[in-house]
């Protein structure tokens, strides 16, 4: 019974915090990302530069850790009985790529633009049982060029 | 060429709009459906297997879990310690397996020390009375009564049923959750109510047919009755929903309604303990 | 929508380039796949139900990011790549990403 008592407590507090702090997190992506969107990404190897010349360039990377709440984990948990799209999962890979990128972003401040970005994700401190499954690292990393003269 | 000055991050599709809370309520709900669907259709089915076990498989069957002949040995230590009531309960035992459908079946009583008003039955063809039991045992119609219901039981193989039913429980939470997992916290947690009052039901039957036993016996239910409304004066409201046996007042109506039903009477002499045999019979 | 793996589309010329786009996804299937899953490890060969599960996640990954890039105005999605990640234990969790282009 107490520990019933103690799971339910668990599910209200991490949907109460969860939900707090992602959209939070998701009013941080959106406002830096718009303060990044004259620094675009690609994942193309080459870009017809035509006559730009290229200043420097450099390694730029950016990785996050985040984890899903326990909420979310529960969701997901029921889910998987049943099978079919596991939603609660969804938001954290989303906010952890965003996330990757914006700090790659931030990486190269005065890049123009960045060149053959790759994004990866793993996971992170998988411990026993389904207890610490839920987090996930994702890392952006791509070339950041800087133009001589920008556009 | 040229290069757009967009966030494309804006337009991604990669979380669908869904409410969390409203799904999770309907999973959970749909999950205890089912589980609970598929948990009692399992009990169901083994019981009516046990149902219609022969007595042979009975036997092998308990004789493969265990139930050993270590409880008889000791038993057999015992009785050096002379106990006239001990003996007399031996008897009246022997009597009334005679007189059930598990005729042919050698049974034994064995005394525990303890002091609640206590009676177990327990695989391997035994019956443990609780010393304070026999204490307070006033004449042989009580002591039939708790022995027939203890043959009750027997008769309908509980022993084997719970162990169906402990097997099935444990394949549940593992197959379907694993052990540390709130879902089958929350799960199992209702199974364990439901349990109880399954429990209380088999307790019920047993009641009913330590009756007929009694009744078989004696022509009359006296004593019997006496001895629940003894076991009930301890009772409060909690045991109703927590307890594995229904409580003392519950079974004593159940009984009396199954008595009218077949012209039992209720009332009846009643045969102090410690008589000699043959002055005591009156079977029919 | 052109979808490629490759830095151009032979043939076409880029006119303007978008950027990256992404679609990902976590699906699962239900219990008793999975434990048919488990037999099925003994005697080896194809699990056709996760067979099953990765195309869809694929398929619903990549709609997803069709759909943004559609939102965009791009017509072509270049250079794709596929990755995934592993979160949920018996989960496919699915990403794709490429640069969404216009193309004449």
């Known amino acids: 019974m107490e520990q019933l008592i103690i799971a339910v407590t668990l599910l209200i507090l991490g949907y109460g915090f969860g939900t707090y702090y992602e959209n939070r997190h998701y009013k941080s992506i959106l406002r830096r990302e718009r303060g990044m969107s004259k620094k675009p990404a690609v994942n193309m190897k080459q870009l017809p530069l035509e006559g730009r010349e290229i200043l420097s360039s450099k390694l730029a990377i950016g990785s996050t850790v985040v984890s899903v709440d326990y909420f979310k984990r529960f969701l997901a948990g029921l889910k998987m009985i049943f099978g079919g799209r596991l939603t609660s999962y969804e938001s954290l890979l989303d906010r952890a790529r965003r996330e990757a990128i914006l700090r790659m972003k931030a990486d190269a401040k005065n890049a123009d633009i960045f060149l053959n970005v790759r994004i990866e994700t793993s996971s992170i401190s998988k411990g026993q049982g389904d207890k610490s499954v839920g987090s996930i690292e994702a890392v952006a990393y791509g070339t950041a060029v800087k133009f001589k003269d920008t556009i | 060429m040229s290069i757009r000055q967009i966030n494309p991050e804006e337009h991604n599709k990669n979380v669908s709009d869904v409410n969390h809370v409203k799904e999770v309520i309907i999973l959970v709900v749909s999950i205890f459906a089912l589980m609970i669907m598929l948990y009692w259709s399992s009990i169901f089915a083994l019981d009516s297997i046990v149902d219609k076990l022969s007595t042979e498989r009975e036997a092998q069957l308990m004789k493969m879990i265990g139930a050993s002949s270590k409880i008889k040995k000791m038993n057999k230590a015992d009785t050096s310690k002379d106990n006239p009531k001990l003996n007399r309960a031996k008897e009246l035992l022997s009597e009334m397996v005679e007189l059930s459908d598990l005729k042919g079946r050698e049974f034994e009583v064995v005394v525990i020390p303890g002091d609640d008003i206590n009676a177990f039955a327990i695989p391997g063809d035994t019956i443990l009375l609780v010393e304070e039991l026999l204490e307070k045992v006033e004449s042989e119609n009580e002591l039939a009564m708790v022995l027939g219901h203890e043959l009750g039981h027997f008769h309908h193989r509980h022993h084997l049923k719970g162990m169906g039913r402990r097997l099935v429980m444990g394949f549940f939470s593992m197959m379907v959750f694993g052990d540390d997992n709130p879902i089958s916290k929350l799960f199992l947690g209702g199974l364990d109510y439901t349990d109880r009052k399954f429990n209380q039901q088999q307790e019920s039957d047993c009641d009913l047919y330590g009756a007929n036993l009694v009744a078989k016996k004696y022509a009359h239910l006296g004593g019997g009755l006496r001895f629940f409304e003894k076991l009930g004066e301890k009772e409060g409201m909690l045991e109703k929903y927590f307890s594995t046996h229904p409580l003392s007042k519950d079974r004593i109506k159940r009984i009396e309604t199954e008595a009218f039903k077949n012209n039992w009477e209720l009332t009846g002499e009643l045969i102090p303990l410690g008589l000699p045999k043959d002055s005591a019979s009156s079977s029919l | ?104």
């Open chain 3, 1 to 104: 929508m052109e979808v490629s793996n490759l830095e151009t589309i032979p043939g076409k010329n880029i006119i303007e380039y978008i950027g990256l786009v992404s679609g990902s996804t976590v699906r699962a299937k239900h219990i008793g796949r999975d434990i048919m899953a488990g037999f099925k490890n003994i005697i080896g060969g194809e699990l056709k139900g996760y067979s099953e599960l990765l195309q869809e996640s694929r398929n619903e990954a990549m709609e997803r990011m069709v759909a943004q890039a559609q939102e965009l105005g791009a017509n072509a999605i270049l250079n794709v790549r596929f990755s995934t990640s592993s979160v949920a234990q018996g989960a496919a969790e699915l990403y794709v990403y490429g640069t969404a282009v216009r193309i004449d």
